[in-house]
């Protein structure tokens, strides 16, 4: 494993830009949200000052009332689409300096801190850096409790596919049922850098500029999206790793005597687990689900997001039982485990594609949030499964976006899929190999 630890921290190194670290080389040549955060994990091991880089570069695209966008567009690039000049961010009177995005990502930056706090060797330095950086992380979990819950009931909501992380899931299919859009011309640039037909669709891309098109409209005015945005859902992945990280920020904010702030995070981290149990669990398919808060009704596919709930100590006991057995013979492992884990879209289902982006292959982060999370209920065996699939990937194909998660497939395949020397690929290798189980 020692060359596999060394060729990972390779592809952060090659992949660093002076103050943060890109995902891919042409493919995703700025700074994204969550990548930020689990990249930051991985150079905790390597560097931590490249760590705490990281994250202050990231910081710096927050807007003032807490938002942090999913691309900060600090450097110039023309492989990407759509960059600056579609998103428009500076339309809202909320947006910084820096060009941004005007939506966001999964908010992974509190339980990223903890992990930075738990790898560190001299606590009292992170420490400082943590309390330099708390209150901006703060800020953003008051953003999505004030902002983004109309109803104030603990649940949060995303209004672009993009912000899920889950860009393509068969899931938006029933929002995209929903509404019509008009024709725009594409200047994609990602179809010509790795195979189309494991992208997301022309059509998709519609959708997916349709919508930023409103928020521009509304000069990324919350309410107004809250009003307007055929695209309002309360996703399990994005709920959870904000509820992972409001109990990271809790128990940080314990150290640095944040009392009041801690006192706010328990109030919404209380009600957001007992509503992420009442209102997206489903027990007639034991997993988390999706809920479609424009036309109002669950979204009943099970997805690898349905799973994430367990890194957030949400589900009880006796509902992780139910829930691990999708991975126990059930449809994400196969008959007599077919599959490597964890696909990204339930494999049994008429919606699954093995080989297009979100609709089916094996992400490594996503295996990441599900290994941490068996390891808290208990499941150190199927945790290790997991994380020997991911193993077997990676020393197999190197460090690619994303993976077939057929073992027959597997056999007569040379390279992953997406793009190559990923980086959240590596930095979660390294912090996997660091864990002993």
Same mark, same amino acid.
């Given at each position: %494993? ?5 060729? /990972?921290s390779?592809?952060?190194h090659?992949?660093?830009? +002076?103050?943060?670290t $890109? ?13 930020s955060?689990?990249?930051? $994990? ?8 490249? /760590?705490?880089?990281?994250?202050r ?5 927050q807007w003032?009332?807490g938002?942090i966008?999913?691309?900060v567009f ?19 009177? *909320? ?14 930056l509190?339980f ?8 560190a060797?001299d606590?009292?330095? $992170? #420490? ?5 950086v708390?209150d901006?992380?703060y ?11 109309p109803a104030?009931e603990?649940?949060v909501?995303?209004?672009?596919? !993009?912000e899920?992380?889950?860009d393509n899931?068969?899931?938006? +299919?029933?929002i ?6 008009p ?6 640039k +990602? ?10 669709t ?7 500029i349709h919508?930023i098109?409103l928020?521009?409209q509304w000069?990324?005015d919350?309410?107004? $999206? ?8 309360q ?9 992972a990280?409001?109990?990271?920020l ?6 640095l005597?944040?009392m009041?702030?801690v006192?706010q #995070?328990?109030? !919404?981290q209380? %009600?957001?687990k007992?509503? %992420?149990?009442?209102?997206l669990?489903?027990?007639? #398919? ?7 808060l424009r036309?109002?009704?669950?979204l009943?596919?099970v997805t690898s ?8 100590g ?5 509902q992780t ?8 013979g059930?449809?994400f492992s ?28 094996? !992400?490594?982060?996503?295996? !990441? ?6 390891? *808290? ?5 199927l ?13 197999k ?16 395949l040379?390279?992953g ?8 690929s ?6 996997? #190999?660091?864990?002993?189980?």
């Open positions: %494993m020692t060359s596999l630890f060394e060729d /990972a390779q592809v952060l090659n992949n660093w830009k +002076d103050s943060f $890109i995902p891919c080389e042409g493919l995703y040549p700025f700074q994204w949200n969550w990548d955060g689990f990249i930051a $994990i991985g150079w905790a091991h390597l560097d931590m000052e490249r /760590a705490k880089s990281e994250i570069s990231l910081l710096k695209g003032k009332n938002f966008p999913h691309i600090h450097n110039e690039a023309e492989t990407y689409y759509p960059g600056p000049e579609v998103h428009a961010a500076y339309l809202s009177d *909320q947006s910084p300096e820096v060009k941004t995005s005007g939506i966001t990502q999964p908010p992974v509190g990223v801190l903890e992990e930075m706090y738990h790898i060797k606590k009292e330095d $992170i #420490l400082k850096f943590i309390e330099a708390f901006l992380v800020l953003n979990h008051h953003y999505f409790y004030t902002h983004r819950d104030q603990g649940l909501y995303i209004c672009h596919n !993009w899920s992380g889950t899931s068969p899931i938006w +299919d029933f995209w049922e929903t509404f019509e859009v024709n725009y011309e594409l200047d994609r +990602d179809t010509k850098l790795i195979d189309a037909s494991h992208r997301p022309n059509k998709e891309y519609q959708y997916y919508l098109e928020f521009k000069k990324y919350d309410s107004l $999206i809250t009003k307007g945005s055929p695209f309002l859902v996703d399990p992945l994005f709920n959870s790793m904000l509820i990280s409001n109990e990271s809790i128990r940080l904010g314990k150290i005597n944040r009041e702030q006192a #995070l328990s109030r !919404w209380s %009600m957001a007992e509503r %992420m149990n009442s209102k669990y489903d027990e007639q #398919l034991d997993a988390y689900v999706y809920y479609d036309n109002k009704r669950k009943s596919h997001s349905s799973f994430a709930p367990l890194m957030a949400i589900p009880s006991k006796e039982a139910r829930i691990v057995k999708h991975f126990q059930g449809r196969g008959a007599e485990n077919e599959n490597f884990l964890c696909a990204s879209f339930d494999p049994g289902s008429e919606f699954f594609n093995s080989k297009k982006y979100w609709r089916g292959p094996v !992400w490594i982060n996503l295996n !990441w949030i599900i290994y941490r999370g068996l390891r *808290q209920y208990g499941y150190d065996a945790a290790k499964r997991v994380k020997k699939d991911t193993f077997y990937l990676m020393e194909y190197g460090f690619y976006e994303y993976f077939e998660p057929s073992k027959e497939i597997n056999r007569s040379d390279k899929y997406g793009g190559n020397n990923f980086s959240w590596a930095a979660l290798t390294i912090d996997l #190999l660091t864990n002993t189980i």
